[in-house]
Structure formats: structure tokens, C-alpha cells
């Protein structure tokens, strides 16, 4: 099975700090994303990263910025952090040797910017 | 301008009845759909999928219908569950790169 983790569940933080959300995946996924999921707004993709080192912005990547230094691991940074960015943040994968579109989802970190 | 949409945010449906979650999109480009449950404090998790050159997959209690002239999918839920109470996602892309496009959700609650 595939298991994706996020560095924390619950985190607080405040305005103007810098934050750093990890996710590590453990199937050798070439692909990972990065979305945040508000009421009412769905599934948003911030970031996404097909390979190592390499990045694509979503829909909403203002505010934010992402780093693959490994193949296991896709962080998301909120280099200043705001009361906006207040959301649940999931990070997905997606690959494998039989290549599907299924996403496999980590079980998110809920940000609070106070 | 959201390509993928689900028109209702909620629909409560009693236990051993059917289900019936609705979803449209815009884009034609379009070749692979998906759905997704999520719990309260959990990520999302594949429900069921189907691709476009089919109108139908099934798999146990769950069916998904694709009507491709109308942009239009939905999943069907016979017979719901108590356990079934969750949000659902529909998805879609495939033939734009890895990016997949996620509707706002559906609250499903299934009454005992």
C-alpha cells in the first residue's frame, strides 16, 4: 500500500513567519502535488512536481513555493505567512509501475495563521 | 473559472436507498475521471474512476456513468450505507499533463 505522510496534522502559526509543510511518500511516485481544500472551494492545486528539482505552479501558487530535493519528499513553503493561508493542506502522489490517475492523499495538515 | 463543478453541496438519503452524486465539466479535453471519498480529519481516497471511451464502471455498490455530449458524470450508491456519510470529490484530467481538476464536494449523509 501506499503510504504518503505530512510532517504534522495540526500546526499554528503566526502572521509573517515562515512555514514549512513536508510531505514523504515511500512508492518511488515520480509525480507529487501540493492542494489546499477550503469549504465550498473544493480540491485547490497549489504546486505540483513530476520529477526531482523539477516544479509546476497549480492553480494558486501565490504565496506559496515548493521544494524536491528527493524523490520521496515534496515540501510546500508559505514564505510569509497569512491569516488567507488559514486551510487544510493535503499532498498527494500519483504513479507507479501501473501507471494510473488514482491520487494517493496524506491525511493533511489543518494551518491556522493567527 | 472552475472547470470541474458539483452543483450540490449536500444530499442526505436514507439507509438502503440510492445515492446519486452529480458532477459537470467543461473542458473537452478531458480522457480520465474519478471519484474521491474523504472523511472529516482524513485525506481524500480513491473511490472509483472511469475513463472516457466508456460510459459505465461499476465495482460492487458503487457505478459511474459517464455521458460525454452532455460533460456530465455521476456516481451511484445502491444501497447506502450508514458508513458511506462522507464528502465526495469528482475529478478529471488526463490529457492535460498530471494536473487533475476537483469539483467543491457533495456532503453525503445517509440517515439510519
Known amino acids: 500500500d501506499v503510504k504518503v505522510t505530512q510532517s504534522s496534522r495540526y500546526l499554528v502559526k503566526r502572521t509573517g513567519e515562515k512555514v514549512f509543510l513536508e510531505c514523504v511518500q515511500d512508492m518511488d511516485h515520480e509525480n507529487m502535488f501540493w492542494y489546499r481544500q477550503d469549504p465550498g472551494l473544493g480540491l485547490r492545486l497549489i504546486y505540483f512536481?513530476?520529477?526531482?528539482?523539477?516544479?509546476e505552479k497549480g492553480d494558486i501558487p501565490e504565496g506559496y513555493s515548493v521544494s524536491r530535493e528527493k524523490k520521496e519528499r515534496f515540501s510546500l513553503i508559505l514564505e510569509s505567512a497569512s491569516t488567507n493561508q488559514t486551510s487544510m493542506y493535503l499532498c498527494?502522489?500519483?504513479?507507479?509501475?501501473?501507471?494510473?490517475?488514482?491520487?494517493?492523499f496524506g491525511p493533511g495538515t489543518r494551518l491556522t495563521v493567527t | 473559472d472552475q472547470q470541474v463543478k458539483q452543483n450540490s453541496p449536500s444530499l442526505s438519503v436514507q439507509e438502503g436507498r440510492i445515492s446519486i452524486l452529480n458532477c459537470d465539466y467543461t473542458n473537452s479535453m478531458f480522457d480520465y475521471f474519478l471519484w474521491y471519498k474523504k472523511y472529516p480529519a482524513e485525506g481524500p481516497t480513491f473511490l472509483i474512476s472511469?475513463?472516457?471511451?466508456?460510459d459505465k464502471n461499476e465495482d460492487g455498490r458503487f457505478t459511474v456513468f459517464l455521458n460525454k455530449s452532455a460533460k456530465h458524470l455521476s456516481l451511484h450508491i445502491v444501497p447506502s450505507q450508514p458508513g458511506d456519510s462522507a464528502v465526495y470529490f469528482c475529478a478529471a484530467g488526463g490529457n492535460t499533463g498530471n494536473q487533475f481538476y476537483f469539483g467543491t464536494g457533495t456532503s453525503l449523509t445517509v440517515i439510519p
Open positions: 512536481s513530476y520529477d526531482v528539482k523539477m516544479k
Open positions: 472511469i475513463s472516457s471511451i466508456k
Open positions: 498527494a502522489t500519483l504513479g507507479g509501475e501501473f501507471a494510473s490517475y488514482e491520487q494517493y
